[in-house]
């Protein structure tokens, strides 16, 4: 039996901590391209979280306007795995 599942993976967003490693070892001195070769996040993250402390002077994560999500991540897994075993079962 062949059945294809496909998945759309969306990278999340840094934790607090990631974006203030980038902070700091921007303040260490060091570039973009080395920031983001060493803590191995996309080149355009590393600048948009520079750019967004220095404009902001902050690390925190703006909050979101708008209607919030009906599924969190937990009910987006057990729905995939109903899925599954609906296709398997067939």
């Given at each position: 039996m062949k059945?294809?599942?496909k998945l759309k993976i969306k990278m999340s967003n840094?934790?607090?901590s990631e974006r203030g490693q980038i902070?700091?070892?921007?303040?260490?001195g060091d570039t973009i391209s080395s920031i983001f070769k060493m803590l191995k996040f996309a080149r355009t993250t590393v600048a948009?979280?520079?750019k967004n402390f220095l404009e902001r002077d902050s690390v925190k994560e703006l909050l979101k306007?708008?209607?919030p999500k009906?599924?969190?991540a937990d009910h987006k897994k057990k729905l995939l795995k109903r899925?599954?075993?609906?296709?398997?079962?067939?």
């Open positions: 059945f294809s599942l840094l934790t607090e902070i700091g070892l921007y303040k260490g948009r979280t520079i306007s708008g209607r009906h599924l969190n899925r599954i075993v609906n296709l398997l079962s067939k």
